[in-house]
């Protein structure tokens, strides 16, 4: 069975920096597409960052490009998100998702889950 679970998050302040993890488990990560999805109360889960197989090809969203990096270690079956310059607008419950797939910005596509770790940037 395959379990993604993710670490880090908490309250942040504006202008600060924030870490996250998440570790695969039950098959090797190197299978899949990685991301991280961001859902708030207003809007319905939407990708932030996306990273492909092998990690030499990645995806932002537009309101992070420059502020986030996704990166990826196989041999440890973890994805990272890193962001710095957090605005009030990056709260969230960040959800990391694998998919066998190539990815879309479609929640549905994505087949597996974390359990999502909250993100609140204090102003």
């Known amino acids: 069975q395959v379990q993604l679970v993710e670490s880090g998050g908490g309250l942040v302040p504006a202008g600060g920096s924030l870490s996250l993890s998440c570790t695969v488990s039950?098959?090797?990560?190197?299978?899949?597409?990685m991301a991280w999805f961001r859902q708030t109360p207003e809007r319905d889960r939407e990708v932030v960052a996306a990273i492909n197989f092998s990690g030499t090809n990645s995806y932002y969203k537009m309101s992070v490009e420059g502020r986030a990096t996704i990166s990826r270690d196989n041999a440890k079956d973890t994805v990272y998100l890193r962001m710095n310059s957090l605005k009030s607008e990056d709260t969230g419950v960040y959800s990391c998702a694998a998919t066998t797939n190539y990815g879309s910005r479609l929640a549905r596509t994505w087949g597996y889950w974390g359990q999502g770790t909250q993100v609140s940037v204090s102003s």
């Open positions: 039950g098959r090797t990560m190197s299978d899949f597409v």
